[in-house]
Nanobody, 124 residues
Framework: QVQLVESGGGLVRAGDSLRLSCAASGRTFSRYVVGWFRQAPGKEREFVAS????????LYEDSVKGRFTISIDNALNTVYLQMNTLKPVDTAVYYC?????????????????WGQGTQVTVSF
């Protein structure tokens, strides 16, 4: 089993940066697909970014492409989401997820493990 814990959220101003971390315990991320999703008030959970540890493939939602970067530190068993040039529309609870049988990286229902979430608030 895998336990995921997110951290790094906070309150920032538009244009600022944050780096979210997702630390895993129980197993390594080897041969997993890891992803970041977010959920704003009144909206459904939406895909942000994903990374396949098997193939190295990385995928981003169009709205964050060029601003966000997903990466992994295998030694620390931690996934990161570097978020630059943050905008108020990025405000949401961000969740880290992992799965072994992912065929559609942007589908939340294909992921098996989820963290508790970390709040990101971007002011004007």
């Amino acid at each position: 089993q895998v336990q995921l814990v997110e951290s790094g959220g906070g309150l920032v101003r538009a244009g600022d940066s944050l780096r979210l971390s997702c630390a895993a315990s129980g197993r390594t991320f080897s041969r997993y697909v890891v992803g970041w999703f977010r959920q704003a008030p009144g909206k459904e959970r939406e895909f942000v970014a994903s990374l396949s540890t098997f193939t190295g493939e990385i995928l981003y939602e169009d709205s964050v492409k060029g601003r966000f970067t997903i990466s992994i530190d295998n030694a620390l068993n931690t996934v990161y989401l570097q978020m630059n040039t943050l905008k108020p529309v990025d405000t949401a609870v961000y969740y880290c997820a992992a799965g072994q049988s992912i065929t559609h990286f942007n589908r939340a229902d294909e992921y098996d493990y989820w963290g508790q979430g970390t709040q990101v608030t971007v002011s004007f």
